[in-house]
Every structure is written in C-alpha cells, then in structure tokens.
C-alpha cells in the first residue's frame, strides 16, 4: 500500500506542472505553488519550446534523452488534446552536435518539397525528422488541469518566502500566505532555486542563462518544419504566429534584446516569401536555469530528508521523462538507476580539487 503524502511542488512551469501531473496520477496530496497569476510565466513563456533529444550528451544522461519522444508519445495517448507538432527540424550551414542516427541528409530537391516558402536553399541540409516543437503555455496549463482534476491543489500569487526545516527534514513552506506542511518539498523554480537553497545552507550550482524569444504574426503559415541555420532559428508557433530564437548579448545598444529581436524580424523578411508581411509582436528574455554542467539535477538532498530537486535545461524536452522517473521516486521511496548521473552529489569536490562529475569525463 502506497502512503499518500502530502507533496508541496514550487514553481508552475513545465517542470512543475509535469512533476504536479505524474504525483496527482498517482493520487498523491500535491499542492502547486507559483508566484506569479499564473503558469507558465518564467522560462517556460520565453522557450522556443523545440523538443529536440538528438544532440550529443555525456553517455550518461544519454538515455533520457533516448526516451524523450516515447514519453511524449505516451502523454498525448494520456492527455489527447494535447497538440505537438511533429514536423521535424531542417538544420543546414551551423555546426551541429547531433547524433547521426536521428538525421537524414536532404538534397535540394527535398528541402524545397518541404519548405516551398524560402527564398534561397542550400544544397542539402540535416533532418531531424522525428522531432516537434509544441506551445510551451499550452502545454504547460494542460498538465496543470489535469493534475487540478487528478486532486491536485493550485496557490497562486503565492511567494515561498522560506523552507521549514526541524532536524535534518523539510516539514513545510512558509509562503506569503501563510504555512504549508509537507512530507516531501519538490523544488521546481528554475533559476530560483538556489536562492531557495541557500539558507538550508548548500548551494545548487544553477546559473540564470539568457535566451531571446521573438514572436511575429504571420498571415499564413511560411514556416512548415522547425528551421536552424546561420542566419535564423525559426518556427511556426501557430498558423498565425512565427517565433524565432536569438542569443543573448547584452542589455545595451545594438546588442540589447530589441535591436536583436528587430533583426531577426528583418532577417527573416528577407529570407521567407511572403515574410514582408511579418509583424513584430514581442521581443522577450528569458533565464534559463543552467545546472553548471548543463545536465539535469534531479532527485532527494542527502542530507535533508524530504527535499526534491528538479532542476534542468532543456526543460521542454526532458520534464516529463524526468518527472515520471522523479515521481516513482518520491511516490515508491527508491532510487532509480536511470536518474543516478543527475544527483546534485556529481559536484562535491575531493581532495583534489575535481568533482565527482569531472571524474566520469576523464
């Protein structure tokens, strides 16, 4: 007989929500908790929400990106209105890290059978033809309905303002309405969750890394796959929308946010038929949370009975394999094999100075 235990997840972004949906499918005490109005309003908002498994990784983690797509699979059988575009993603003239397995070589023939509205092909390009892109906001209030539906509890407008810790367990949540007990705290706040931390007295070596999101209204669809290449990285969010992923520079001048999202607007009017009506509807940032070495950080502190971590970049692509997993875990009170390389336990240093993680890279 399963315990039910009373779970707090902090943050109502992808990860959350899928942490809240996989504990409430198992008939869990969740309660979700977010600081903003709504969900989806951190990192998730601002993701070019790619679901792309296919570059190379650490042989490690290998895995879980291996099981991405499966888990998509299964969760739109789980939740059928859930709407994924599986359109693939056409990469030409940048280098790529992508595992060849998961790429077809297209000559110009096929590019132009794909993508009729480009002004200029090259001649032949990679096809990651099994991967999508979804509507991050979309998605992520989905999950969130239906963990509601599944008994989950939802607080918003609600600051943590401090973890209650007495001995070596978590006991609560003071937030800025009041006490909240628990038995197990999940922390999926992003980049926030070092500061989190911190008083509990560890850190999480997470970093806000930015990332620039532009959204364009398009009068028809000029985009049909996911598009990466030197000039632009680009999408169709909707039939009516285009999006379009940029580097981060600085805040200033000609580098700043929207002089870059200005020029990727005029890039690609110049590069799409029909990209002459294009019309700028925002320029954003947003902080993606970086573990230090750019993997995940899942699973419970080993000192601090009933603290959870789950931490990871690229979230689109790996919340709800890892939140199932994340589940079992707290849920069964075990330690999955398949999320061992991600324990927060990889960056302890020894003696000599390296961590347990750059050991596994020699």
Same mark, same amino acid.
């Given at each position: 007989?399963?315990?039910?235990?009373?779970?707090?997840?902090?943050?109502?972004?992808?990860?959350?929500?899928?942490?809240?949906?996989?504990?409430?499918?198992?008939?869990?005490?969740?309660?979700?908790?977010?600081?903003?109005?709504?969900?989806?309003?951190?990192?998730?908002?601002?993701?070019?929400?790619?679901?792309?498994?296919?570059?190379?990784?650490?042989?490690?983690?290998?895995?879980? +990106?291996?099981?991405?797509?499966?888990?998509?699979?299964?969760? /739109?059988?789980?939740?059928?209105?859930?709407?994924?575009?599986?359109?693939?993603?056409?990469?030409?003239?940048?280098?790529?890290?992508?595992?060849?397995? =998961?790429?077809?070589?297209?000559?110009?023939?096929?590019?132009?059978?794909?993508?009729?509205?480009?002004?200029?092909?090259?001649?032949?390009?990679?096809?990651?033809?099994? %991967?999508?892109?979804? $509507?991050?906001?979309?998605?992520?209030?989905?999950?969130?309905?239906?963990?509601?539906?599944?008994?989950?509890?939802?607080?918003?407008?609600?600051?943590?303002?401090?973890?209650?810790?007495?001995?070596?367990?978590?006991?609560?949540?003071?937030?800025?309405?009041?006490?909240? /007990?628990?038995?197990?705290?999940?922390?999926?706040?992003?980049?926030?969750?070092?500061?989190?931390?911190?008083?509990?007295?560890?850190?999480?070596?997470?970093?806000?890394?930015?990332?620039?999101?532009?959204?364009?209204?398009?009068?028809?669809?000029?985009? =049909?796959?996911?598009?990466?290449?030197?000039?632009?990285?680009?999408?169709?969010?909707?039939?009516?929308?285009?999006?379009?992923?940029?580097?981060?520079?600085?805040?200033?001048?000609?580098?700043?946010?929207?002089?870059?999202?200005?020029?990727?607007?005029?890039?690609?009017?110049?590069?799409?038929?029909?990209?002459?009506?294009?019309?700028?509807?925002?320029?954003?940032?947003?902080?993606?949370?970086?573990?230090?070495?750019?993997?995940?950080?899942?699973?419970?502190?080993?000192?601090?009975?009933?603290? +959870?971590?789950?931490?990871?970049?690229?979230?689109?692509?790996?919340?709800?394999?890892?939140?199932?997993?994340?589940?079992?875990?707290?849920?069964?009170?075990?330690?999955?094999? %398949?999320?061992?390389?991600?324990?927060?336990?990889?960056?302890?240093? $020894?003696?000599?100075?390296?961590? $347990? =993680?750059?050991?596994?890279?020699?």
């Amino acid at each position: 007989m399963i315990r039910k235990q009373k779970i707090i997840v902090i943050g109502a972004g992808i990860v959350g929500a899928s942490m809240a949906y996989n504990l409430s499918k198992r008939n869990q005490d969740v309660t979700l908790i977010e600081s903003h109005s709504t969900v989806a309003c951190g990192v998730t908002e601002k993701s070019f929400a790619w679901i792309n498994p296919s570059g190379r990784v650490l042989k490690n983690f290998r895995h879980l +990106y291996e099981a991405t797509l499966a888990e998509y699979h299964e969760l /739109e059988k789980e939740l059928p209105d859930l709407k994924i575009n599986w359109h693939g993603a056409l990469t030409w003239g940048v280098p790529t890290n992508a595992e060849e397995s =998961h790429i077809q070589k297209l000559t110009r023939q096929q590019i132009l059978e794909l993508e009729p509205n480009l002004k200029e092909y090259p001649e032949e390009a990679g096809f990651a033809f099994e %991967e999508g892109g979804l $509507d991050p906001i979309l998605t992520t209030k989905r999950l969130v309905e239906q963990a509601e539906a599944n008994g989950a509890k939802l607080l918003f407008d609600t600051k943590v303002v401090q973890i209650k810790k007495e001995g070596d367990k978590v006991v609560g949540v003071y937030t800025s309405h009041g006490f909240i /007990e628990s038995d197990v705290i999940v922390m999926a706040a992003g980049a926030a969750v070092p500061e989190l931390c911190k008083p509990l007295g560890f850190d999480v070596p997470v970093v806000p890394s930015p990332s620039i999101i532009i959204h364009m209204k398009s009068k028809q669809k000029l985009i =049909h796959t996911l598009i990466t290449n030197s000039e632009f990285e680009a999408r169709q969010l909707t039939d009516d929308t285009l999006i379009a992923a940029e580097d981060y520079m600085d805040e200033s001048g000609e580098n700043g946010p929207e002089a870059i999202g200005k020029r990727a607007l005029e890039i690609l009017r110049h590069q799409l038929k029909g990209g002459e009506n294009l019309e700028l509807q925002s320029i954003k940032v947003g902080m993606r949370p970086m573990p230090e070495d750019g993997y995940p950080i899942v699973g419970f502190h080993d000192q601090i009975k009933g603290l +959870y971590l789950a931490v990871m970049h690229s979230a689109i692509t790996l919340a709800p394999v890892i939140s199932r997993l994340a589940a079992n875990e707290i849920i069964d009170n075990v330690q999955l094999k %398949e999320l061992e390389s991600c324990r927060l336990s990889r960056f302890e240093f $020894d003696a000599k100075g390296e961590s $347990d =993680h750059e050991r596994q890279r020699v």
